[in-house]
């Protein structure tokens, strides 16, 4: 059974930083593209960030471009999202999810999901 766990929420002051994990578990993560995604309190969940299993096909929504970074580790079937510079309207709950094949930026083509964490960005 496929189990995606993220870990690495909180709340941070403005301008503050947060790293996010995401461990997968449950079969061989080769050939899936891995994402973010986040939805805050009364709006639709929203695309933040996708990575291809090679790493060489990464995707930004433009609003976190230059700000957060996405990556992952295939030995260990982690990805990970690197926050800087946060702002108040980063504030959501932010859920990774697998797909097989390359990265999109639609939350309906993928097939997995995890529960999520909180991310709160005080001003």
């Known amino acids: 059974q496929v189990r995606l766990v993220e870990s690495g929420g909180g709340v941070v002051q403005t301008g503050g930083s947060l790293r996010l994990s995401c461990a997968a578990s449950?079969?061989?993560?080769?050939?899936?593209?891995m994402a973010w995604f986040r939805q805050a309190p009364g709006k639709e969940r929203e695309f933040v960030a996708a990575?291809?299993?090679?790493?060489?096909?990464?995707l930004y929504a433009d609003s976190v471009k230059g700000r957060f970074t996405i990556s992952r580790d295939n030995a260990k079937n982690t990805v990970s999202l690197q926050m800087n510079s946060l702002q108040p309207e980063d504030t959501a709950v932010y859920s990774c999810?697998?797909?097989?094949?390359?990265?999109?930026?639609?939350?309906?083509?993928?097939?997995?999901w995890g529960q999520g964490t909180q991310v709160t960005v005080s001003s």
């Open positions: 990575i291809n299993w090679s790493g060489n096909s990464i």
């Open positions: 999810a697998v797909r097989y094949g390359g990265p999109r930026t639609s939350g309906s083509e993928y097939m997995y």
């Open positions: 449950g079969r061989n993560f080769a050939t899936y593209a």
